[in-house]
């Protein structure tokens, strides 16, 4: 099994920043791919980015390209999100997902192929 435990939620102004980390334990060798998604009260989850932990892969949706940046550290397990210029629209829960190779893009933006969630953490933008 692999755990997966995020940090970095909170409430913030439109406009300010907020960093998310999610720390992979257990069997997280099995882990290849790690990534963000997301999801409103009402609406269903949504794909945030990824990232492959071998290699240079990333992956970003159209609404946070350029706003937020998503990084490893293989060393640590760990995967952070970094999230600039925030706005109401960000407000969600992110939950942290972890899974095996991918081969395909598409692959990464489907949450039913990632093995191992996180509980979640709240972002509220919020003025």
């Known amino acids: 099994q692999v755990q997966l435990v995020e940090s970095g939620g909170g409430l913030v102004q439109p406009g300010n920043s907020l960093r998310l980390s999610c720390a992979a334990s257990?069997?997280?060798?099995?882990?290849?791919?790690m990534a963000w998604f997301r999801q409103a009260p009402g609406k269903e989850r949504e794909f945030v980015a990824a990232?492959?932990?071998?290699?240079?892969?990333?992956d970003y949706a159209d609404s946070v390209k350029g706003r937020f940046t998503i990084s490893r550290d293989s060393g640590l397990n760990t995967v952070y999100l970094q999230m600039n210029n925030l706005t109401p629209e960000d407000t969600a829960v992110y939950y942290c997902?972890?899974?095996?190779?991918?081969?395909?893009?598409?692959?990464?933006?489907?949450?039913?192929?990632?093995?191992?969630w996180g509980q979640g953490t709240q972002v509220t933008v919020s003025p």
């Open positions: 257990g069997r997280a060798v099995r882990v290849r791919t």
């Open positions: 990232v492959a932990l071998i290699g240079t892969f990333t």
């Open positions: 997902g972890a899974g095996p190779v991918f081969t395909r893009r598409e692959d990464y933006r489907d949450y039913f192929r990632y093995n191992y």
